[in-house]
């Protein structure tokens, strides 16, 4: 029993190496860095920043962090962010599914005179991946919007959501 039980944990960690290492890769091919990231571990549950969705208004809806604010990516609108955060040292996390959208909103906030935005370092997917709570309507979920199936091999954590019709 106790090399079965070993086998099992060897094999959980080996999975979540090689999800973590793709992630990795992923980022550094498509992020440049110039929003700082943030790690999963690095938030405490109750905090002082602020956390904006910069992904799709449908994804949001299948999930979020909570208390999460949305903005939308080809749907973002500066001003209405500077009506929200009149603060521009506000600390601000913003998050996509894995932190490339997030990167280019966040830069889009540098711009804009915001001087405390950092980028979640995999997004919401590593998030769930590390077994933090997602919600949908104030309640707690574990549907994640995946986008497409090549996608949701970085979600290890949670039920994958490709299709926003199927859920309502």
């Avoid at 550094?28 to 920043?49: A, C, F, R, W």
């Avoid at 990516?73 to 932190?99: H, L, M, R, W």
């Avoid at 998030?127 to 997602?134: A, D, E, H, S």
């Amino acid at each position: 029993m106790r090399f079965f039980f070993a086998i099992c944990v060897t094999f959980t960690f080996v999975l979540s190496a090689t999800g973590q290492k793709k992630l990795e890769r992923t980022l550094k091919q498509l992020n440049s860095g110039s929003v700082p990231y943030i790690y999963v571990n690095e938030l405490q549950e109750k905090s002082d920043k602020v956390f904006l969705d910069t992904r799709k208004r449908e994804e949001y809806e299948i999930s979020h962090l909570k208390n999460a604010i949305w903005v939308g990516y080809k749907d973002f609108q500066e001003d209405t962010i500077i009506a929200k955060i009149s603060d521009k040292n506000a600390p601000i996390v913003v998050y996509c599914s894995i932190g490339v959208r997030s990167e280019d909103i966040g830069e889009k906030l540098q711009k804009a005179g915001f001087t405390n935005v950092e980028n979640l370092y995999g997004g919401i997917f590593e998030w769930k991946n590390q077994g933090k709570p997602v919600y949908r309507n104030n309640s707690e979920t574990d549907s994640v919007h995946t986008f497409n199936k090549q996608w949701g091999k970085l979600l290890n954590n949670g039920i994958k959501v490709y299709d926003t019709k199927k859920i309502h």
